[in-house]
């Protein structure tokens, strides 16, 4: 395919951005290519020997939180035993069996696994079919996880996939507390202690955090929650491996290059080893993606891709593998972007190449390097990441950006061949664990882990999420490249006057509203910690004269608290549009105006519930909503019969 390339000045300045590199990523242990590790490999295998096949049952594991030294693992007190329950824990007695006859759950699968153990001598490289070596032919193969209740299978699991796509959720009503592992489900029931770790995430697409204004311990995602799942993995003695597929941030503007290097600095301090590039991410400026994603001799940035060249392949800036050395095994991770979105992205700054040529060079060196297992980062279309998958069988791991919104309780596996795909859902709402195990019947565990209020809010990554407000509150609306338009109907409705002006003539209106969560919706964000009073993300939904879903203000609308103090909270503007041509005309003698601007400004019930209050009570900020019982507490006029 074309190949898209600059001129030596860009060049140069990427070289001095990667000087000037901060030391972001100095808690990285992984090799990129020209810094490989010395340390031996556990065997003389090729790339991609370890096996996904099928489990047999355990005894003497733990089902979730048992362990009451978990309690200690993340340093929770005496008095922290409600977090301990949030998350699911319950006090095991000294000496007590764990619970190793507690059925799993459908989101905790023994997978076909990751197989044979380091210390076992494997072929020297790779058989057309890994199955070969003793293995027996395919169709006999235990692979197949024929013992699940239903084989997970692509080809099987397209009805599903379609389903989840199309199912639509209604939010919670109910105001009892809410019990995320009820909900959810309890996760690593029945684990020991794995070789490794895989936790395996991707397509954040710029959620830092879960909308805290309402039914916060409802949501699902943030970085917060996914920290304390690394931790508390790590604090438990499990070796993690944290890769991502790619798509931490979508959109443009400051605001979302801001984003961006939060999610990075958060990711660093997760400790990712491979993290690859997404469509939104390379739409980004090549120096931005450079001042993260650039190796220095002393900093070794996790982004891989090996068909992605910032400022061209010539200059060397990204790294086209990594090699992670942990537990005595060696994990290549190879990453690449599919034809399909290479296309959608218009950066002269970056270089592409066809992934399956990428692939055919980069294998060779990682097969050299003797790596235990091969996984490839697809952000892919899901056809074509099969099509790679069957034309580079080395690879036993697949991760895919294409899929559900939530990915399947159970591992896939790609029709005729023992390749384990992974899905990895939206918007970082869920991430997968895959435990590596020294044992050839249970080689592998997966589990999807959903993550919500069972994991604690941590401070480290409040820190960041300050740091990141801050950043917005410092810019404010014109350094982040705001600037506000006109409202679409202001040639007939006017300018905004305020929620107090409308009072003078809707007194009854004005006092239902008084007692509704709108009358203090700005105040909801002053109060949440860090505050995100500052944050356009935010305000759009929180104050009045700002559209709610694209994050810019209208003329006249919302600029601060201490600028436009008419403007705050959700008022009655926000529903009925401005309101300064309706207040002038009942203030005159023109009736036929008076009846047109009244009839402008009604918006009914129907109308308010197809196409209204969805734009802010979505599932992403209100999950608790449900527009047939909260409408009676706003409801007004002819509507509030």
């Not at 105001?175 to 202690?193: M, Q, T």
């Not at 090699?323 to 218009?346: A, C, F, L, P, T």
């Not at 999807?448 to 609306?477: C, H, W």
């Amino acid at each position: 395919m074309h190949l898209k390339r600059i001129g030596s000045f860009k060049f140069s300045i990427a070289i001095l951005i990667v000087a000037v590199v901060q030391s972001t990523f100095g808690c990285f242990s992984s090799s990129d290519e020209e810094g490989m590790s010395n340390v031996p490999a556990a065997s003389d295998a090729g790339a991609g020997s370890l096996l996904l096949h099928k489990p047999t049952p355990q005894e003497g594991t733990f089902s979730e939180f048992e362990d009451q030294k978990l309690v200690d693992a993340l340093s929770l007190s005496d008095s922290d035993t409600s977090v301990y329950e949030a998350l699911g824990g319950k006090p095991v007695e000294p000496g007590a069996e764990a619970l190793s006859a507690e059925k799993p759950t459908e989101s905790s699968v023994e997978a076909k696994s990751v197989g044979p153990p380091a210390s076992l001598e494997l072929p020297p490289s790779p058989p057309p079919s890994r199955l070969a070596a003793g293995l027996g032919k395919f169709r006999d193969n235990p692979l197949r996880q024929k013992d699940l209740a239903t084989d997970s299978t692509l080809s099987e699991t397209k009805a599903k996939r379609a389903t989840s796509k199309s199912k639509s959720k209604v939010g919670y009503s109910k105001k009892e507390p809410f019990d995320p592992v009820k909900a959810n489900g309890p996760i690593f029931v029945g684990w020991p202690k794995p070789l490794v770790a895989l936790v395996i995430t991707g397509r954040q697409d710029g959620y830092l955090e879960p909308c805290g204004c309402a039914g916060l311990d409802r949501m699902k995602g943030g970085f917060s929650r996914r920290y304390s799942l690394f931790q508390m993995l790590r604090k438990k003695g499990w070796p993690v491996v944290g890769i991502d597929v790619g798509g931490l941030c979508k959109g443009f503007g400051r605001q979302a290059e801001l984003k961006f290097h939060t999610t990075v600095e958060a990711m660093s301090k997760m400790q990712y080893d491979a993290i690859g590039f997404g469509t939104s991410d390379l739409r980004f400026p090549a120096a931005e993606l450079v001042s993260v994603a650039a190796s220095t001799d002393d900093v070794k940035s996790p982004f891989t891709s090996a068909n992605v060249g910032l400022f061209g392949f010539d200059s060397g800036i990204t790294s086209p593998y990594k090699v992670v050395d942990i537990s005595n095994m060696k994990i290549g991770v190879v990453s690449v972007i599919g034809k399909k979105y290479q296309r959608e992205i218009n950066n002269d700054e970056i270089e592409f190449s066809a992934p399956e040529d990428a692939l055919a060079k980069v294998l060779p060196k990682l097969r050299s390097q003797k790596c235990n297992l091969l996984v490839l980062l697809a952000y892919t279309t899901r056809a074509e990441t099969i099509e790679l998958a069957k034309r580079f069988p080395e690879f036993a791991l697949v991760v895919v950006s294409d899929g559900a919104p939530e990915p399947p309780p159970k591992p896939e596996f790609i029709e005729g061949m023992d390749t384990m795909l992974v899905e990895v859902g939206e918007k970082g709402m869920d991430a997968i664990v895959l435990g590596l195990y020294d044992d050839p019947k249970n080689p592998s565990r997966y589990q999807r882990v959903p993550l919500d209020s069972r994991f604690p809010q941590t401070n480290e990554m409040r820190l960041i999420m300050a740091a990141y407000q801050d950043q917005l509150k410092e810019l404010g609306f014109e350094g982040l490249g705001l600037r506000a338009v006109p409202h679409p109907r202001r040639k007939l409705l006017g300018e905004f006057v305020g929620s107090k002006e409308c009072a003078k003539c809707h007194e009854e209106e004005y006092d239902i509203w008084k007692k509704t969560g709108h009358a203090k919706a700005y105040s909801t964000l002053v109060e949440l910690d860090p505050p995100r009073n500052f944050d356009p993300e935010c305000i759009s939904c929180h104050v009045i004269g700002w559209h709610p879903t694209q994050y810019f203000p209208y003329e006249g609308g919302f600029l601060s608290a201490e600028e436009t103090p008419k403007m705050v909270d959700v008022g009655c503007e926000n529903c009925h549009g401005p309101g300064s041509a309706h207040v002038e005309a009942e203030l005159g003698s023109d009736e036929e105006l008076k009846e047109k601007l009244r009839e402008a400004t009604i918006l009914t019930k129907d109308e308010a519930k197809k196409r209204h209050c969805m734009s802010c009570h979505d599932l992403d900020n209100s999950p608790d909503f449900n527009f047939d019982i909260y409408w009676p507490n706003i409801a007004h006029g002819e509507d509030a019969e």
